[in-house]
């Protein structure tokens, strides 16, 4: 018997419609997926061990291996590492390893970043969806956060439910903030004139 | 090709209640029937679906580049001067496509023929690319259908693949639609959830809610700037609603782009019919102002005279007319030698310019007729989901039928 290869359809699909209400800007209840975190790659092996567990050693190592490279790429940088300290506390920051080798060709602009203090696993499986990381670093207030900072987090090991915005990943460059509120003059303009004038209208789609 | 009759999965009503599929009875007529299931062999799922909707694709991106140059097809294809600009200035930016159907019809035999592309605002993604995908594993698992049987629909992860690539990292996205049309709204958050796993940022906002700054960006329904908008409504109505004058100015860029204006217009079939005449896969298509006294007899304009000649023979036998902006089978009219076979009750389309298009007959399976959507993401075909219905008009309520790959 020969396997077909490769396969036509989708290994995983997201199943779940869920309403208007998990998409709009503030994650709601529902939308909370099972995550854990752990400091490092090793206690995650470990952990995979436990047959009970939505994630295996593969998984641990495919996530570490993402985690790390996410960090390296959204991790927030600093011009000193007093500025640093200031936001991760004190004896949590170090030099940007991405930058040492260019900095010192250049002989200028050293940066320096939070410590990756760990990495937390998300699961979508539930709807259908695939594993998600995110690299962990301090905060000021001695607590664990991704390196979008709008989640923290009392420890860097342990389980529980997150909102599935916390695996949404930092940007890793900033331009005109799309998301910054503004006054609006006027609504509705759109979805008023249709081309078919006569009689209602089930859809816009097709 | 071949329909089957199989066990449907027990309780699967309750499971697409729970999924929040809750549209899968609609008007007191199953809309999701599985009561039978469309067989395809590999062979025709590659040869005669999945590679020519990719080359139809190409086919459509050349006629948007000879469209877009030329201000005689703009006017034809009844896009609104003033924004003529926006259309060719996205194309010429290069401004990536997301996603679209087109519909073929196709029996097992010969080429599947284009009816129409639907590159803007196709529904019935949730069905075709999550619950359809559930019904085969869930038949699979159960033996209904052998271990070694397939389906073509890649499309779940070919769309989070195009996210990835047609979008910066975390770029935050804005999805528009009607929220209390559950089919459009499906489509949406099917959509939302591909753009999530893709690490984008999703939000829906009603599109009547949509709201213009004192800085002449758009906004949701939160009064936030909208940087990336994915809408499921037509370029036809964005080009002639009263926002339309900040389309341009707004800076926002749209999914589909405004390029698609052309090709979800049905003036793209007579396009492409004059560009690859005798296209296996296109059916003879003509604007109706073109060749309507041709087809009683009369001369066609001077323009089209010796390509209409050459499919009068075709057009005789049958066609179909339908206006360049129309959805769901509005204001389609099928003729077969001389009079009228079928048509829709819904004429609310019917004052647009119209097309005639040589007919190509659906195949009959028990009484249906069924119509493949062939969905494309990026440039590519990736999956497939079908429609029957009795009329050979699929519309709003036809049927959603599974389908599989077994030989």
Redesign the interface.
Known sequence: ?T??LP??????????????AT???AACEDDRMDAQSFPDLESCIAASKQETLWFTEEDCRQNFAAAQKEFQ??APRYESKELCEQEHGVGNCGGDPAQTQEAQNSGGGFSFMPLLVGYMMGS?LS????ISSQPMVRTADGRYSTPKGDQSFASNRGAGKVP??TF??????IG????????????????????????G?????? | MEKRTLPERPGWRDKAEE????FADMGGEPYWDETSAYRFT?RE?EEDIEAPATELHALCREAVDRAVRDEAWLARLDIPRQHWDLIAASWARGEPELYGRMDLAYDGNGPAKLLEY?AD???SL?ES???Q??W?EQQQAAGVLDA?A????????AIVARWTQIC?????VH?????D?L?????V??L???A??A??????TA?????????G?F??D???????LF????W???L????AA?LQSSGTRFIEPPWKAILSNKGILPLLWQMFPGHPNLLPAFFLADVQEALTGGNPAAAVAQAFETARETLAHGHVTKPI?S??G?GVVIREQGRDVARTG????S??PMIVQGLARLPDFGGFHPVLGAWIVGENCCGLGLREDRSPITH?LSRFKPHF?EG
């Open positions: 018997m396997e077909r396969r036509k359809r989708s290994r995983h699909v997201a199943l779940v419609l869920a309403g208007t998409l709009a800007l790429e959204t979508m709807r259908g969806g695939g599935a915005a949404q990943r930092a940007p890793s460059t005109k903030p799309p998301m910054s509120a503004a006054q609006v003059s006027q609504r509705g303009g759109f979805g008023a004139s249709a081309t078919a004038r006569s009689g209208r089930s859809s816009f789609g097709g | 999924l929040g599929f809750t590999l799922i639907n605002t196709p529904t949730y690319a999550s619950f995908w559930l085969f070694d397939d389906q073509f629909n890649s499309i779940h992860e910066a990292d975390g770029e935050e999805f528009a639609a009607d929220p049309n089919e459009d709204y499906a489509t958050e099917t939302a959830w591909a999530r796993e690490g984008l940022g999703a939000h829906f599109l009547s809610q949509i709201g213009l700054t004192e800085e960006q906004a949701d939160q009064s936030r700037i909208i940087g990336t809408k499921l409504y037509p036809e109505d964005m002639r609603d009263e926002f900040h902006f959805r769901e509005a819904d004429d609310s389309y004052h647009h709003n790959i």
